[in-house]
């Protein structure tokens, strides 16, 4: 079949040549110029170029007048472009030599003058290719002080795709290479432009044919790298901010791949909503674009076919490479979609936050937070102050291997949450004089099958503070240091090992230096090691010394409050224990109240204590009363009836002789 392509190609060719004018055999030699030449009669046009470069042809105006106008375009044996009736300006043509030959035959009369012109400019480097091959440029072999843009036209064997991947270069960072699909530099099929830092990865045509350009190379920098043409259909490549995108099921066994192109800023969000593999086949998920890269995820068919959403690095873009196998199940045509899902971009997760206290929620809550997040949010640090950050988790539920964490200025981890139970106590952190504080949230994946376990993340208050403290020593005191501005609040959260030696339970014994606080004071005792513990119910007949119910206090003063916390531990044995652990204090036993939960400490009391749940006092009140309800039911109720019946009725002592009538 190939040799007759050739064989017509070859007799079309000289069919041409016969046709133009006798003695018409004209040749164009260039030099180092551009050349612009108006091709306005038939004739035969040979066009040469300096040993060792290739030839540039740009269709500048192209407009023929009837159907059996002509203009094409010969490279070697290969006839690479043809022109009839149509205006073609602007087509881009480049020879995989240093020659072109080009046929123009002109038939009659038209009602219009034919323009044909062409620019034409060698340059060194660059070429045609077809099927396969290396693709290179070195800067040494381009002229001096011409910064032209070099042209490479790689064209796939028929029916397939084109595929290139660089694999050396070295560019400053003026330079770029921009990959177009098709043979036009059109700014819609732009597919990639790389440059000095970008990173290598396969990039894939949609059609038959791909343009590369090297701009603004000088003669320090050179590119390398290898083309081939690759099954249609298979490999795709991912360039618009949002899109959808799906994988057809090729009939041989291969390995495909989905490339999202890397970006400036910002991450891309993917999720694979469909997924149909077969036994044996698989599906790998990469932040990059190569098997070195970090992998998210590993499918089979035994995955669930949807997947939760992936973050990756916008500058990173991903990968998802797809091994399929000669499955007879598969090859059918009964599963013709492999896989499909939906892709776009966003701005980066976290920010640099003003407000010095705020509330904080992992991406998409309270929805599923997706794998692969790395999210930084900069906390505000007061100049010229000794600084803690106090976090409260007010919501969490994040998978065992994914973290919400506060580090420093070194990136070293100061408080760390994971799982999916709310923390017994608050956060309040010292920076030690870090002049940055990042909570930092991440659902990196490890290395293994299937998609890691994500959950519905989690909402946490933050608030910046010049004083407070997380205390676990067994004694101190807390109060307000000098020199905090009025109105500004501390935060401290006291927290005792639960458990004591010889099973003893530890809660906290404190006392205040001025229980009596001034209208300007404020302080909150809440008794429990969370802004969502129960507020310390204060007895104003207790003593100075108060127990809590846990082994933690949440204090908080607000300046200029001049009040000193001062606590230490009070162990419980076990014959001192509730039933279910909690410390009994003696103010508990036996006072007609289940302080315990379980009645413990209201067991064993005598008949006449207050296990009735009556003290004294109240027997007497309750008696007086008695005799009180006693009296009105036997005077007072019978006078007023006397008085509504017998209006002669004056006295109460009436109602004791005989009325007479």
């Known amino acids: 079949m190939k040799k007759e392509i050739y064989i017509f190609s070859v007799f079309s060719l000289v069919c041409s040549i016969v046709h133009a004018e006798s003695g018409c055999n004209k040749t164009v030699t260039l030099s180092n110029e551009t050349l612009e030449v108006d091709l306005i009669e038939t004739c035969s046009w040979v066009i040469k170029s300096p040993k060792s470069t290739t030839i540039v042809l740009q269709v500048s105006s192209l407009q023929l007048t009837n159907s059996m106008d002509s203009v094409r375009v010969v490279d070697g044996d290969t006839l690479i472009a043809s022109y009839t009736d149509l205006d073609q300006s602007g087509d881009l043509l480049v020879s995989s030599n240093n020659s072109l030959l080009v046929l123009t035959s002109y038939t009659g009369k038209g009602s219009s003058p034919r323009i044909v012109t062409v620019t034409l400019k060698p340059q060194a480097g660059g070429g045609r290719y077809t099927d396969n091959g290396q693709v290179k440029l ?6 001096q002080n011409d910064s032209s843009p070099v042209y490479f036209q790689l064209i796939a064997t028929k029916g397939q795709q084109v595929q290139i991947l660089l694999n050396d270069s070295n560019l400053t960072p ?3 290479i921009a990959f177009y699909d098709g043979l036009k530099p059109l700014p ?6 790389l440059g000095t830092y970008s990173q290598f990865f396969p990039i894939t045509s949609r059609t038959g044919a791909m343009l590369v350009v090297g701009k603004d190379i000088d003669q320090q920098e050179f590119f ?13 490549i991912l360039t618009s901010a949002t899109m959808s995108f799906y994988m057809q099921r090729p009939k041989i066994e291969t390995q495909c ?9 910002g991450i891309t969000s993917f999720r694979i909503e469909s997924l149909n593999l077969c036994q044996n086949e698989s599906v790998a998920i990469y932040e990059g674009h190569s098997q070195y890269d970090k992998r998210i995820a590993m499918l089979s068919n035994q995955s669930s076919p949807v997947t939760p959403a992936i973050y990756v690095r916008a500058e990173k873009g991903f990968l998802i490479e797809v091994n399929l196998k000669n499955n007879s199940q598969c090859s059918n045509g009964t599963i013709p979609i492999v896989l499909s899902g939906m892709y776009s971009a966003r701005p980066a997760c976290g920010k640099t936050l003003i407000s010095p206290e705020g509330t904080i929620t992992s991406p998409e809550y309270p929805n599923l937070y997706p794998l692969n997040a790395n999210c930084k949010w900069n906390l505000p640090i007061p100049e010229n102050s000794s600084t803690f950050v106090y976090v409260a988790m007010e919501t969490a539920a994040l998978a065992s291997n994914h973290t919400l964490r506060l580090q420093d200025d070194t990136g070293t981890a100061l408080w760390k949450f994971s799982g999916d139970h709310l923390p017994s106590t608050d956060a309040v952190v010292n920076l030690n004089e870090s ?9 990196s994946t490890e290395l293994g099958q299937g998609v890691g376990k994500v959950s519905k993340g989690f909402n946490v208050t933050y608030k910046m503070l010049r004083c407070g403290g997380y205390l676990t020593s067994p004694k101190s005191s807390i109060e307000i240091p000098e020199g905090i501005p009025e109105g500004e609040s501390c935060i401290w959260v006291i927290s005792l090992p639960k458990s004591g030696p010889n099973n003893s339970t530890n809660i906290v014994q404190f006392s205040l230096s001025h229980p009596k606080l001034s209208s300007n004071s404020s302080i909150v005792v809440l008794d429990g090691g969370t802004s969502k513990s129960g507020v310390f119910k204060f007895n104003s007949k207790q003593s100075q010394d108060y127990l809590s119910r846990t082994n933690a206090l949440w204090v908080k003063m607000m300046a200029p409050t001049k009040v000193k916390l001062s606590y230490n531990t009070y162990s419980c044995q076990k014959k001192d224990q509730c039933n279910n652990g909690v ?18 400490d209201e067991n064993n009391c005598p008949i006449n204590s207050s296990k009735t749940g009556l003290k004294t006092y109240l027997v007497v009140i309750i008696a007086l009363m008695c005799f009180a309800f006693g009296v009105v039911l036997t005077i007072v109720i019978p006078a007023v009836y006397k008085r509504c019946r017998y209006p002669n009725y004056r006295h109460l002592q009436d109602l004791m002789e005989p009325s007479v009538t």
Do not use: Y
């Open 138 to 143: 070195n800067g040494t072999s381009l002229p």
């Open 174 to 176: 003026t330079p770029r």
């Open 188 to 193: 819609d099929k732009l597919l990639v432009e």
């Open 224 to 236: 390398s790298g290898f083309f081939k043409s690759v099954s249609s259909g298979c490999d795709i």
């Open 257 to 265: 791949s989905i490339v999202a192109v890397p970006r400036n800023k």
């Open 435 to 443: 002049n940055i504080a990042q909570l930092v949230f991440d659902s």
């Open 583 to 600: 410390c009994i204090h003696p103010d508990w036993i036996c006072n007609g109240v289940d302080d315990c939960g379980d009645m413990t």
